[in-house]
C-alpha cells in the first residue's frame, strides 16, 4: 500500500542522546514536511523540503537537523535530545507545493 | 509563528446537530486546507479551498473562504458519533526557501449519541 512511513513508532531517549526519525514516502512527491505535536499548541512546523536537495526551517527549527538526499526519504535528527523534544512527531508529503498533504502515523518520542 | 487559529478550542455536540469550526489567519493565502485526526493517529485531508473559491461542498462537509475577512469555515451538517475529532486548518506560506504548510491549534469535536 503507498504511503508513508515513520520509524520508530515510540521511542524513550536519554537526554544528550542523538536520534533520528525516519520518514519514507512512496509516491514520489516532491514536498515534505516534519512536524511536532504538542497538548494545547497543535503542530508546529519544525523542518520542510519542497525538493531533493532543498531544506527550509519551519517555526521551531532548533535542535533538529534534516536532510533529503533523494525523494523518497526525509530523516529527522536530534543531535543532543533535551526534555522539551518530548513530542510526537509526524511526517508529511504532498506532490507539489500548495497540494492536499498525506501524514504518516507519528512518533511519539519521550526524552528523559 | 502559526498562519491559521482555529474557534473555538472544543465543540460538545449531539448526534445529528450540525457543528460549525472556525479558522483565521495572518498572511495571504493560495490556498487553505482542512484536516482531521482521530485521536492518537496521523492527519487525513479533508478539502482544499484555493482563494479564489468562496465556497466548496464535499459530502456533509461545507466550507467557506473569506480572504478579506481571513478567515475560512468549516461546516459539518448532521454530525454522528463517527465525527469526533479534531479538525485543523491549514494554510500555505511562502519564504525565500520554499513552500511550507502551516497548521493551526485545532478545534476538539465531541459528538455524543
Redesign the interface.
Known amino acids: 500500500i503507498a504511503g508513508i512511513t515513520q520509524a520508530p513508532t515510540s521511542q524513550i531517549l536519554a537526554a544528550g542522546r542523538r536520534m533520528t526519525l525516519r520518514c519514507t514516502q512512496d509516491m514520489r512527491h516532491n514536498a515534505m514536511y516534519w512536524y511536532r505535536q504538542d497538548l494545547g499548541l497543535g503542530l508546529r512546523l519544525i523542518h520542510y523540503s519542497n525538493t531533493a536537495g532543498t531544506t527550509g526551517k519551519g517555526e521551531v527549527p532548533d535542535g533538529y537537523s534534516v536532510s533529503r538526499a533523494n525523494t523518497d526519504d526525509f530523516p529527522l535528527t536530534l543531535a543532543s535530545a533535551v526534555p522539551s523534544q518530548t513530542s510526537v512527531y509526524f511526517c508529511a508529503s504532498s506532490e507539489r507545493g500548495e497540494g492536499e498533504a498525506f501524514f504518516g502515523q507519528g512518533t511519539r518520542l519521550t526524552v528523559v | 509563528?502559526?498562519q491559521g487559529e482555529e474557534d473555538p478550542q472544543a465543540l460538545s455536540i449531539q448526534e445529528g446537530e450540525n457543528a460549525t469550526m472556525n479558522c483565521s489567519y495572518k498572511t495571504s493565502i493560495?490556498?487553505l486546507?482542512w484536516?482531521r485526526q482521530n485521536s492518537?493517529?496521523?492527519?487525513?485531508?479533508l478539502i482544499?479551498i484555493r482563494s479564489n473559491e468562496r465556497e466548496k461542498h464535499s459530502g456533509r462537509l461545507r466550507v467557506t473562504l473569506d480572504t478579506s475577512k481571513k478567515s475560512s469555515s468549516l461546516l459539518i451538517t448532521a454530525s454522528r458519533a463517527a465525527d469526533t475529532a479534531s479538525y485543523?486548518c491549514?494554510t500555505?506560506a511562502w519564504?525565500n526557501?520554499?513552500?511550507?504548510?502551516?497548521?493551526?491549534?485545532?478545534t476538539s469535536l465531541l459528538v455524543t449519541p
Open positions: 509563528s502559526q493560495n490556498n486546507q484536516y492518537g493517529r496521523g492527519l487525513v485531508h482544499l485543523f491549514a500555505d519564504s526557501s520554499g513552500y511550507a504548510l502551516n497548521f493551526g491549534k485545532g
